[in-house]
């Protein structure tokens, strides 16, 4: 070969295709090879090359390895865009796949196998065939992977080709390579598919631990997985396979070591002997440390990996704390997520060690690591209490470095210690009030402001204090207001004296009648109220014990974190997510050409990706302040003592969602009562669930027949199967006697889930200020869950229905049902998202197929079998959560009655 | 399985893209790379190797300032994918002898070839130099290494004594030599990378060494190769002891690894018995054993650093560094680097007298000291006196705001830890058959600082 391949970069003039054309037809060898080469770099800088598909087709026919690759690389890219032409090349592929060279028959099917054409594919099955069953290695594995490119393309041929029992046979080939493709394949068809194809059994097992020995180290990769899904019988079992797996533990590849540390874990949990589990932890923790001499990038996965692992099994590093001190080169992404594991290990033990470093990090440059230095400091504080005080000199020698940042941040984490130490170390407060001037991040200043107002008896000056704040009041950010608010209420009540209550007074106006925020109206409201009507109650309220933080530094959930083990090795162990949070393919089988269904079909995961991908990315920020629930919980410190407002005052953080024109008479039918003036005092409800612009809603009406005005309405429902709870405040004006308000409630779902099988009863609680509070039952109708994106293609329902065990249909007659015109029951159907799909006569009868789906992407599916104009509908439907059908068939029946 | 492979310049221009499996939309090229130039808004943030945007997965490792990406819908294994990428780049760079914008674009059609061999439909399936090369029909086409800076550890050998050629490390293990004929010769290289945190009044806080027995051969005929070590290695931190006891372990023991990992090609049979690693060395390069000590070492650098306030305006740093090793070992390319207080308007630096190849330099922009020297010999010692102005008073303690102090160098002929290589035997029947073989020793520090 002569010259350099980025010859074939140049650019040329305006004849470059003709050009290309002529040397592709050329009668020497070498001039075509040359000419498919610059055809390639064309194509791979993105020029269209595709006009040229026959010549360079023409070119296939050659003995020449080099050339035929060219070409082959160039049909995957093109062949799609030319069917009709992609055929000319179906002769030579079928040819090559009986070529007594190796190479060229697993070229030639795998070639195939990506060409994502109809008429190629159907020429691969019998080459496929017999590759499956070639002599050579090399065929056998190739063939394999192109069983899952054939299942991607067209499942149905693979299954009724028998290659799937060809593929279990080659999970006993002599050849470790087809072995873990064969696994590989098959992990990934059972993937896709809801039928079990590929399960372990203790005899592939024993199989696959043995070709693990003589696998590549990818192939170990593919088997550990696949393996991991294994669930063994008994401690026994557990052990023997932890046995034959922890020998990976040793190898040089950080993939297998933690596919094999996945694994290890996961039979633990059956293992009963302490000493062998003990003995398994001492094991895995050099292997662990390790990883962290890896590359940065692999150091990252080991961390997060890490991270959740002693959370589980503390002991396996617990002496280990020194090498997840932060390295000076060490990148960012790797320092952040060191310190949260120094955070989990440290301990009475180490601490003093651990405080030296966090303080050698907190003079750092980089401004996030520093911060989060700081916050470490606290949490340890929060974590240990016999090394809080250390913990507090040394945030104190911290802020005496007069680092802007620093400062700041370690008033916020000294706020979390005084809540979780009360009473203990006010005597730093002094020090504290000295930085106050330069306070300017929110949350510093919000922190402060709750510290003076939480010791306002202690600091002689806290008015004067507070009231330098409060010149600046209206342009203060939120969080600073609503403190601000509560620091003037809490020094009014310690310090009832004149100057305070001038303060007092000046907050509460600006903070109900200056103010546009709603959150900081409600507030002032509430304190006024009870400053006005009894100040001692006030001071039960505001200067009620605070229930105490704790340690935060474990914070993910114990069934969540359970799941994210399991995926150990895996994406979902470094977002700390679980799989369906973050993935969004599912089941490929349905792949067809009009991708926007098939994007509709995954609507499951209606959570918008983005919002998943934005948390995933960014691991060490969010999850810094995803850690601090409780430590934030001063930031409101009189929610906790107003649970009574049924926990109604604080949390509006969807308020937003309300627009200022929704109060609005609904229109339409009039609402059923649900609360009658008789039993509500003069006040009657009319009230229930609609669905409009694909959000549920609650419409109300309020009637006022009692003799004083009613205000301060508020409203909450109990615990129900769907989760259904209020999306905002209930926004009803005063209402004076004799008079009405209507208003849409937007509600939202699956925020707190009563146990049991489902119901459809909604208990509902509203108070107002002059009342006692009123309880309510209401029905849920189940119809206003479903939604927009019911919509199913007709092979999709064809497929998922087929799919569903027969177990899953139920069915139901509604004798007093009649269905008079198919059109329009068509149409009503789906203005409530049941959606038409087909309907086909048998007899006389008329059937029906319909799709409908609700929120968390459960579909229904339909059928309905009726004699239009004579009562009694038939309703069959197969889901996967049969357990709603009972509350389908009540939606059914009432939509057919409507 | 992945979905996607891409390099991708640091311009972001996509020098090489392979789709394997057609489910994630051509543009993530363009997404990712927007994605990690613009992390934080201020750019001042790296982004991790691992993110996830819009419902697609992308994992990068940089390798010589060049991005190596993978894409994947599915939920994966990232230290799989990540590994993969790492070993791209080394399967490359043992084809094309050098890895770089260049030579990737002159061999793009041996870059897609070997593409389709190590990967199929997403799935890893060898990155095996030595298996790839009976798959692979594409030469390579040398660029001229000389002008180039070489990539991996090995590199460091680059500006090292002259009894090791300097073009070995750049040659392509596939294509011949200039003259036909092959030369036979093997390399062992046995890197060392040390961290350590020196304490402010000198003590060693942490210490560790990172090692690697790197290999390559160019040898025929795949013969097998026997390496003996330390008789007396031991593996694993002897019963009961803690890491944090440097005490009885100092001085001139056993060389005591707290653990190590082989090469799948590593026979380990004798390896208990008398230490010795059999192996038949693929081809290309590959690490035969990475190992990891927390042993106390000497370290070979100490770092004073003392600062004097002159008034409230001034300062004056004095950095001293001290080589304790042999003095027949020579140190190379030592940058001392010392973090200023932001406040730092001016430095006015003083080098010992007589100071050859030592520059010095204060960086504005991230107020930093940066002292550089080409050579340090073993056993000498060297200090530079840093004159600090600054534009408001300084809060009191200067040596809160300033340092810590941390060192880059590089050690040939000379490994902290040492562990040794006693012997490499080739086995081959001929008498005549003598190929060169190479042992070379080199120490690099990772982190090497010294707080204040």
Redesign the interface.
């Known amino acids: 070969?002569s010259?350099?391949?980025?010859k074939y970069?140049s650019t040329t003039k305006k004849g470059e295709i003709p050009e290309l054309k002529e040397e592709l037809n050329s009668q020497y060898k070498d001039k075509r090879k040359d000419a498919v080469?610059k055809v390639?770099?064309a194509m791979?800088v993105g020029k269209d090359v595709s006009s040229l598909f026959t010549d360079v087709v023409n070119c296939m026919q050659t003995e020449n390895?080099?050339l035929k690759?060219?070409v082959y690389?160039y049909l995957i890219n093109y062949a799609k865009s030319q069917p009709d032409l992609a055929i000319l090349a179906v002769n030579t592929f079928v040819k090559d796949s009986q070529d007594p060279n190796p190479?060229i028959r697993a070229l030639a099917v795998?070639t195939m196998?990506?060409i994502?054409v109809d008429k190629i594919t159907e020429y691969l099955c019998d080459p496929l065939q017999r590759c499956l069953k070639d002599d050579d290695p090399?065929v056998r594995?190739?063939a394999a992977?192109?069983v899952?490119?054939l299942y991607?393309i067209n499942a149905e041929l693979v299954e009724d080709r028998g290659f799937l029992d060809a593929l279990k046979d080659l999970i006993s080939d002599n050849n470790p390579?087809v072995v873990a493709?064969a696994v590989?394949a098959l992990a990934?068809i059972q993937?896709s598919s809801s039928r079990p194809i590929f399960e372990i059994t203790s005899h592939t097992l024993s199989k696959l631990l043995t070709a693990l020995n003589e696998c590549?180290?990818?192939g170990q990769?593919?088997i550990l997985?696949a393996l991991s899904k294994y669930k063994a019988a008994d401690a026994r079992e557990a052990e023997n396979i932890v046995e034959r797996v922890t020998p990976r533990l040793?190898?040089?590849?950080?993939?297998v070591?933690?596919?094999a540390v996945k694994m290890i874990l996961q039979q633990m949990e059956l293992i009963t002997s302490t000493d062998v589990v003990r003995n398994l932890c001492k094991k895995m923790a050099?292997?662990l440390?390790?990883l962290l001499?890896a590359?940065?990038?692999?150091q990252?996965?080991?961390l997060r990996n890490i991270n959740l692992i002693v959370q589980k099994r503390p002991t396996i590093l617990a002496?280990?704390i020194?090498?997840f001190?932060c390295?000076?080169?060490?990148?960012?992404?790797v320092k952040m997520e060191k310190l949260e594991i120094m955070i989990k290990l440290a301990s009475d033990r180490n601490i003093d060690q651990v405080l030296?470093e966090f303080k050698?990090y907190a003079?750092e440059?980089?401004v996030?690591f520093v911060r989060k230095a700081v916050r470490a400091i606290g949490r340890c504080a929060i974590k240990l209490e016999r090394a809080a005080e250390r913990c507090i000199s040394v945030l104190l020698e911290l802020i005496?470095?007069?680092?802007n940042y620093v400062v700041q941040e370690a008033i916020i984490v000294i706020k979390d210690i005084f809540r979780r130490y009360p009473n203990t170390y006010e005597s730093i407060i002094a020090t504290l009030c000295e930085s106050l001037d330069t306070l300017d991040e929110p949350e510093a200043k919000a922190s402060m402001i709750w510290i003076i107002g939480e010791y306002a008896e202690r600091i002689d000056n806290a008015d004067e204090l507070l009231e330098s704040f409060l010149e600046s009041f209206p342009e203060e950010p939120p969080q600073v207001q609503l403190q601000l608010l509560t620091a003037t209420v809490k020094l009014f009540l310690k310090k009832p004296t004149e100057g305070p209550q001038q303060m007092i007074q000046v907050v509460l106006n600006n903070a109900t009648v200056e103010t546009d925020n709603p959150d900081l109206r409600d507030r002032a409201y509430i304190y006024w109220r009870l400053l006005s009507t009894d100040p001692e109650a006030a001071k039960d309220v505001v200067l009620a014990e605070k229930p105490v933080i704790s340690d935060d530094s474990n914070q993910l959930d114990p069934s969540l974190l359970d799941e994210l083990l399991s995926?150990i090795?895996?994406?979902?162990s470094?977002?700390h997510k679980p799989?369906e949070a973050?993935?969004?393919?599912v089941k490929?089988t349905q792949k067809t050409e009009d991708e926007e269904y098939a994007d509709a079909g995954e609507q499951g995961y209606s959570d918008s990706?983005?919002g998943?991908?934005e948390s995933?990315?960014?691991?060490?920020a969010s999850t810094a302040i995803a850690q601090h629930p409780a430590a934030r919980q001063p930031a409101t410190p009189a929610a906790p003592a107003l649970p009574d407002l049924l926990d109604l005052g604080m949390d509006n953080s969807n308020s937003a969602i309300v627009s200022a024109d929704q109060p609005a008479a609904p229109a339409g039918p009039p609402l059923p009562v649900v609360l009658p003036a008789s039993s509500g005092q003069g006040l009657q409800i009319s009230a229930q669930l609609v669905r409009r612009d694909g959000q549920v809603f609650y419409s109300m009406m309020f009637e006022n027949n009692s003799q004083v005005p009613l205000d301060g309405f508020m409203i909450q429902f109990n615990k129900n199967t769907f989760g259904l709870a209020a999306g905002g405040q209930l926004q009803v004006p005063q209402l004076l006697p004799g008079t009405s308000a209507s208003t849409l409630l937007p509600m939202v779902l699956f925020q707190n889930i009563s146990p049991g099988p489902p119901n459809t009863l909604l208990q509902v609680a509203v108070k107002n200020n002059q009342q006692p509070v009123w309880y309510f039952n209401d029905k849920i109708y189940f119809h206003v869950l479903f939604t927009e994106d019911g919509r199913m293609e007709r092979s999709t329902f064809l497929e998922t229905w087929k799919s569903l065990p027969d177990s899953n249909e139920v069915s139901r007659d509604f004798p007093s049902s009649v269905i008079n015109g198919v059109e329009t029951t068509l149409d009503r159907l789906a203005s409530s998202n049941m959606f038409f799909i087909a309907k086909r006569k048998h007899a006389n009868q008329e059937v029906l197929y319909l799709s409908a789906k609700i929120p968390q992407g459960i579909p229904f599916l339909i059928e309905l079998t009726t004699v239009i104009g004579t009562p009694g509908v038939k309703c069959a439907i197969k889901t996967p959560s049969p357990e709603m059908a009972p509350l389908f068939f009540e939606a059914v029946e009432t939509l057919l009655k409507s | 399985m992945i979905s996607q492979f891409f390099v991708l310049s640091q311009r972001g221009d996509s020098i090489v893209f392979r789709d394997y499996r057609g489910d994630v939309p051509k543009g993530s090229a363009e997404i990712f790379f927007r994605k990690v130039k613009f992390w934080k808004e201020d750019g001042g943030e790296e982004a991790p190797p691992v993110f996830n945007v819009d419902g697609v997965n992308y994992f990068h490792v940089k390798v010589v300032g060049l991005l190596f990406v993978a894409t994947s819908r599915t939920n994966l294994s990232p230290s799989l994918v990540l590994e993969l990428l790492q070993r791209i780049s080394r399967v490359i760079k043992d084809y094309l002898g050098v890895l770089n914008e260049d030579s990737l674009r002159k061999n793009f059609v041996l870059v897609y070839e070997l593409l389709d061999e190590v990967v199929d439909f997403g799935y890893v399936q060898t990155t095996s130099t030595e298996i790839l090369k009976s798959y692979i029909f594409n030469e390579p086409i040398m660029i001229d290494a000389g002008r180039l800076p070489p990539l991996g550890p090995a590199a460091m050998f680059m500006q090292g004594t002259k009894r090791m050629p300097g073009t070995a490390i750049t040659k392509s293990v596939v294509a011949n030599e200039p003259g036909g004929r092959k030369r036979e010769e093997i390399f062992v290289d046995i890197i060392e990378k040390i961290s350590i945190t020196f304490s402010s009044s000198g003590y060693i806080l942490t210490s560790e060494i990172d090692g690697t027995i790197q290999m390559k051969s160019y040898l025929t005929g795949n013969p097998e190769i026997r390496l003996a070590l330390n008789e007396d290695l031991s593996i694993g931190k002897a019963g009961g002891r803690s890491v944090y006891d440097y005490g009885g372990s100092a001085g001139s023991g056993a060389v005591i690894l707290d653990d190590c990992n082989f090469h799948e090609s590593v026979h380990l049979d004798s390896f208990d018995v008398d230490r010795t690693l059999t192996l038949v060395p693929p081809d290309g390069e590959f690490p035969v054993m990475n190992y990891r000590i927390t042993q106390e070492f000497k370290p070979p650098f100490r770092i004073n650093t003392l600062i004097e306030e002159a008034g409230s305006l001034k300062a004056e740093v004095i950095l001293k560094i001290r080589a304790e090793f042999p003095s027949d070992i020579t140190a190379n390319t030592i940058l001392v680097q010392m973090p200023l207080p932001t406040y730092t308007s001016r430095v006015s630096f003083e080098l010992e007298p007589g100071a050859v190849g030592q520059t010095t330099d204060f960086k504005e922009s991230n107020k930093r000291l940066e002292w550089s020297l080409k050579k340090v010999l073993g056993g000498s010692d060297h200090t530079l006196r840093a004159k600090l102005t600054f534009s408001q008073e300084s809060h009191g303690n200067i040596t809160k705001e300033a340092g810590p102090v941390s060192m880059t160098f590089t050690i040939p002929m000379y490994n902290p830890s040492r562990l040794q290589v006693k012997y490499l035997q080739i086995a081959k029947k001929s008498k005549t058959y003598n190929p060169y073989r190479w042992v070379r020793y080199v120490t690099q520090a990772n982190s090497y600082v010294a707080r204040i």
């Open positions: 070969m010259g350099h391949d980025s970069f080469k390639i770099a791979t390895l080099e690759k060219l690389l190479l795998r196998g990506c994502r090399y594995k190739t992977i192109c899952a490119k991607d390579m493709n590989a990934e993937e590549t180290e990818w990769v593919f997985d040793q190898h040089a590849n950080c993939a070591v933690l596919s050099p292997p440390v390790t001499s590359e940065p990038e692999i990252y996965v080991a002496h280990e020194k090498v001190f390295k000076y080169n060490d990148p960012i992404y030296l050698e003079t440059v980089d996030d005496k470095i007069k680092v995926n090795a895996t994406l979902s470094v977002y799989p973050f993935i969004t393919r490929t990706p983005a998943v991908a995933g990315v960014s691991p060490p």
